[in-house]
């Protein structure tokens, strides 16, 4: 029997990142994959393929109806649906190969199978065959992520009662999306259909879109999708989905407790996920799931049971990629006898619509609520040269600072390339910077990145020099 | 106008060294709030404000003072000032940092601007933070930092880690002198030695012991002794055990000359040579002959720890029969200890080492150690001092012996 210092469970962001980090401290390490390929959630069905298919249909789009604007003539447009999809899945199985050699590099052994625990220190593994073998191992860091949330009341026949899963291999393009959910999935997942020419209705329960982002955000983001034509049924309560044929009719009710139905040929339920034990044998450890189906941890992402860790979806918190890798990387240098620490509070959020939304540290709404003092400084993308040069002009940056110290506390942004521009926010914050320091530090012209800076001077001292 | 007098220790101390101020001069001090350290020959003992009020300095701190001596005066009619006790806390605080580096051979820098502190001033960076945690120094601990505002940098963090590490940049050479007052401890511990080299007539005679059979009775059991008793077996309590076996064979080599006459003891005190952070102190294991094994390894941890932590009391300090050093801890080979008067003897452990020896006709590598014992001559004679340490060698060379004070066959034939 092989026997190893740390067995991880789960090779998603999280999983794969943490056998990488053991193995580079010296560790013995192997990793469990039910699937075939590793990669989890985030390289299979998740961040990379969504984002395959949201350029691609965005590509087209652009072609569509931004292109006449460059003074672009693209007669006779069409696309190939299938195509798309093969390259998506392209994309996925050069991440997948990626891993995969990261693994070799790392003299990481891959075992393919479920992975359940038979004591604390031994792990079977059960490969598609139903051959099973044993590993024992000093350590363990659960890994096994999440999967997308059922509601109780309707029957997901993965046919035309989809989840993002299935979203994302799909062999044609509905022509009536009918989207449970504003999260950032659904709205991502809307995006890449609504482009390709399907009607996309957004049903939500809440009155407001991607709710966990600041207000604004939401708002605006609500606005921009709206002008593209998406439609949003918000503050309704989805009742039922009934599969007739081609057909899915989705009831709801809305605020006045009127009956709502909506007709369209694919519903896509993307309520959120829960995190994933199937399987694992927790209770051979002497663990358990608790009632939202997560593994308990410490601080130092540590179960009940010493020597038994655990990261990402599967724990408490956002369910992020990078959130998963922070941990992965937290629990290797942990084992390993090293002090690593985490800032919970820093770990941006990004919706990859169009435009994107991204965000870190404290909302607007949160300030309140905790009764601190703040300033705010918004600055449009519309003002700036860049953004009129591409043509990306909705949006804006908001800065949220300190009214005391002008400490930033918090970032967000909706507009073109917001997920790559949170990071200055990040930074920013990781060290306490105000945001009068931002306002000092050169931007280069013309970018996008200049909207922060002139955030920072209108929450500094109201002094923007572009408005 | 309440007077703080130097209080009596302990009945064997008629003198102390004021050895640090808790507070400052003309301090608010509350009820109990230790206000200066006193340091006696074998310890240091804070001393409370027996009343509430301003603190005025009579004696100086390094003063020696002898018990019932003014140290300072408290005008408990003095108005308490507002935020005082904040204002006590910090001052004691900044007292500690200072104590506690060694003498400053230049100046403390002292700066005299009033730096308006940034919120963000001792914020480490990311990096930063990991150094720190992982070199248990607090953010808020670090006083040289070159980030913006305050902040820490990663280079930073390093440097307040290694210099917590005590890690010195040293300079390339230096021609520096520092003049430190000798501790109470270090000063009784130099007049002891000497009053020993003068008044005895000390010599000492080397012996070696083979410790191939100790070796193998703590490899063998070791761990079920552990187990039992939660205390390493080590060698200290083979020796201490031979030591009672061989002074009751040798009652001299546990007595001593008072005056006129020679005091022998029925018992025997063991006092233990202990390294502490002080200095040496020497603790004494009472009635070791009565103490099994366990018992001796037992006492013999518990005084360690104690010396380490500087809780040894007067009693457990004093009195003892006769010594025994191990030298060997620190890596010695052969040395000459001396006696710790107004005992006659002091047995010298070493070094254990591998050496090749003639066993019979045949060279054979044994884990090896030399002892020594040093004496005092005018009490014991050499046949006597010598016999002691063989006897010492015998017992630790064939443990059973040790059992029953002789060879359990020799003892069952009746030889």
């Keep these: 029997m092989s026997t190893y210092n740390v067995v991880v469970i789960g090779s998603g962001p999280?999983?794969?990142?943490?056998?990488?980090?053991?193995?580079?401290?010296?560790?013995?390490?192997?990793?469990?994959?039910?699937?075939?390929?590793?990669?989890?959630?985030?390289?299979?069905?998740?961040?990379?393929?969504?984002?395959?298919?949201?350029?691609?249909?965005?590509?087209?789009?652009?072609?569509?109806?931004?292109?006449?604007?460059?003074?672009?003539?693209?007669?006779?447009?069409?696309?190939?649906?299938?195509?798309?999809?093969?390259?998506?899945?392209?994309?996925?199985?050069?991440?997948?190969?990626?891993?995969?050699?990261?693994?070799?590099?790392?003299?990481?052994?891959?075992?393919?199978?479920?992975?359940?625990?038979?004591?604390?220190?031994?792990?079977?593994?059960?490969?598609?065959?139903?051959?099973?073998?044993?590993?024992?191992?000093?350590?363990?860091?659960?890994?096994?992520?999440?999967?997308?949330?059922?509601?109780?009341?309707?029957?997901?026949?993965?046919?035309?009662?989809?989840?993002?899963?299935?979203?994302?291999?799909?062999?044609?393009?509905?022509?009536?999306?009918?989207?449970?959910?504003?999260?950032?999935?659904?709205?991502?997942?809307?995006?890449?259909?609504?482009?390709?020419?399907?009607?996309?209705t957004v049903i939500e329960f809440l009155d407001k879109i991607v709710a966990t982002m600041d207000e604004d955000i939401s708002k605006e983001l609500l606005r921009i999708l709206r002008k593209d034509g998406i439609e949003f049924l918000l503050s309704h309560k989805v009742t039922g989905a009934i599969v007739n044929g081609n057909e899915v009719t989705v009831s709801a009710e809305n605020k006045k407790g009127e009956k709502v139905e909506v007709k369209g040929d694919y519903c896509l339920v993307a309520v959120g996920r829960v995190p994933y034990t199937a399987g694992l044998g927790l209770e051979n450890a002497g663990l358990k799931a608790d009632e939202r189906g997560r593994v308990a941890v410490n601080d130092h992402l540590e179960t009940s049971v010493p020597g038994i860790y655990a990261i990402g979806d599967v724990i408490r918190g956002a369910m992020l990629a990078h959130k998963a890798e922070e941990e992965g990387a937290f629990v290797a240098e942990t084992m390993a006898g090293q002090k690593p620490h985490i800032n919970y509070n820093m770990i941006p959020g990004v919706a990859y619509t169009w435009p994107e939304a991204a965000s870190v540290g404290a909302t607007e709404q949160d300030l309140k609520k905790d009764g601190v003092a703040y300033k705010s400084g918004k600055f449009p993308f519309r003002a700036l040269g860049r953004a009129r040069a591409s043509g990306d002009l909705d949006g804006f940056v908001k800065v949220l600072a300190s009214k005391e110290t002008d400490e930033i506390l918090g970032v967000h942004i909706v507009g073109a390339r917001a997920a790559d521009l949170i990071i200055e926010g990040v930074v920013a914050m990781e060290y306490r910077a105000s945001a009068e320091d931002i306002s000092r530090m050169s931007h280069p012209h013309p970018t996008y990145t200049e909207a922060f800076k002139e955030a920072c001077l209108i929450a500094t001292d109201n002094r923007a020099l572009n408005m | 106008m309440t007077e703080l007098k130097v209080p009596s220790v302990a009945e064997s101390i008629t003198e102390v060294t004021l050895s640090k101020y808790l507070v400052k001069d003309g301090d608010y001090v509350e009820l109990d709030q230790p206000v200066c350290e006193l340091e006696t020959d074998k310890a240091s003992q804070e001393i409370p404000a027996t009343v509430a009020g301003v603190v005025k300095f009579v004696a100086k701190e390094g003063d020696d003072l002898k018990v019932g001596a003014l140290i300072c005066n408290i005008d408990e009619t003095a108005a308490k000032p507002a935020g005082a006790k904040a204002e006590v806390k910090e001052t004691k605080v900044e007292k500690k940092v200072e104590v506690s580096k060694p003498v400053e051979t230049k100046p403390v820098e002292v700066k005299k601007e009033e730096v308006k502190q940034s919120y963000a001033a001792n914020t480490p960076s990311p990096a930063a933070k990991k150094i720190l945690d992982e070199g248990n120094v607090s953010a808020k601990d670090v006083k040289t930092t070159t980030g913006v505002s305050g902040r820490i940098t990663k280079e930073d963090a390093i440097n307040a880690v290694r210099a917590k590490a005590s890690l010195p940049q040293k300079e390339a050479f230096s021609r520096n002198e520092r003049v430190e007052k000798m501790s109470r401890l270090r000063k009784t511990v130099s007049e002891r030695l000497v009053y020993s080299k003068n008044s005895t007539a000390m010599l000492t005679t080397f012996n070696e012991v083979d410790m191939t059979a100790i070796n193998a009775i703590r490899a063998k059991y070791g761990d079920a002794f552990k187990k039992k008793y939660e205390v390493n077996l080590g060698m200290m309590s083979f020796f201490a055990k031979a030591s009672c076996l061989?002074?009751?064979?040798?009652?001299?080599?546990?007595?001593?000359?008072?005056?006129?006459?020679?005091?022998?003891?029925?018992?025997?005190?063991?006092?233990?040579?202990?390294?502490?952070?002080?200095?040496?102190?020497?603790?004494?294991?009472?009635?070791?002959?009565?103490?099994?094994?366990?018992?001796?390894?037992?006492?013999?941890?518990?005084?360690?720890?104690?010396?380490?932590?500087?809780?040894?009391?007067?009693?457990?300090?004093?009195?003892?029969?006769?010594?025994?050093?191990?030298?060997?801890?620190?890596g010695s080979l052969m040395s000459t200890p001396i006696i710790n008067p107004p005992q006659s003897a002091i047995l010298g452990m070493h070094k254990v080492q591998d050496r090749a020896m003639v066993i019979d006709g045949k060279v054979e590598v044994r884990p090896m150690m030399y002892l020594a014992l040093s004496y005092d001559h005018r009490i014991i004679d050499g046949k006597e001092s010598v016999s002691f340490l063989v006897a010492i060698k015998d017992f630790l060379e064939n443990p059973h012996k040790m059992l029953l004070g002789a060879d359990p066959v020799e003892l069952l034939i009746e030889l």
Excluded: W
Excluded at chain 1, 78 to 97: E, L, P, Q, W, Y
Excluded at chain 2, 317 to 327: E, H, L, P, R, Y
């Design chain 1, 14 to 200: 999280g999983g794969y990142i943490a056998a990488i980090r053991c193995a580079q401290l010296g560790m013995k390490t192997a990793i469990i994959e039910k699937y075939d390929v590793l990669g989890g959630t985030c390289t299979n069905v998740g961040c990379i393929p969504s984002k395959a298919l949201l350029d691609s249909s965005e590509h087209y789009h652009n072609a569509e109806s931004a292109f006449a604007d460059h003074g672009i003539a693209a007669t006779g447009l069409s696309f190939d649906f299938g195509k798309m999809i093969a390259r998506k899945n392209g994309v996925v199985k050069s991440n997948t190969d990626g891993i995969a050699y990261l693994m070799k590099k790392n003299k990481i052994d891959i075992y393919n199978g479920l992975g359940s625990f038979v004591t604390k220190n031994r792990i079977a593994v059960t490969n598609a065959k139903g051959e099973k073998q044993e590993i024992e191992t000093e350590k363990v860091i659960i890994a096994t992520g999440s999967k997308p949330t059922k509601l109780p009341f309707i029957t997901i026949d993965k046919k035309r009662v989809i989840t993002s899963t299935e979203a994302l291999s799909l062999t044609e393009v509905p022509k009536h999306l009918v989207i449970i959910g504003g999260g950032v999935i659904g709205l991502e997942l809307g995006s890449v259909y609504q482009r390709l020419g399907a009607k996309v």
């Design chain 2, 246 to 330: 061989a002074l009751e064979k040798f009652p001299s080599v546990n007595a001593y000359i008072d005056e006129g006459n020679i005091v022998y003891h029925d018992y025997c005190d063991i006092s233990i040579a202990v390294s502490t952070p002080k200095g040496l102190v020497v603790p004494v294991i009472r009635n070791a002959e009565s103490l099994s094994i366990a018992g001796i390894e037992k006492k013999v941890k518990e005084l360690a720890i104690k010396g380490r932590d500087g809780q040894l009391t007067m009693d457990e300090m004093t009195g003892g029969t006769f010594t025994i050093s191990n030298g060997g801890v620190f």
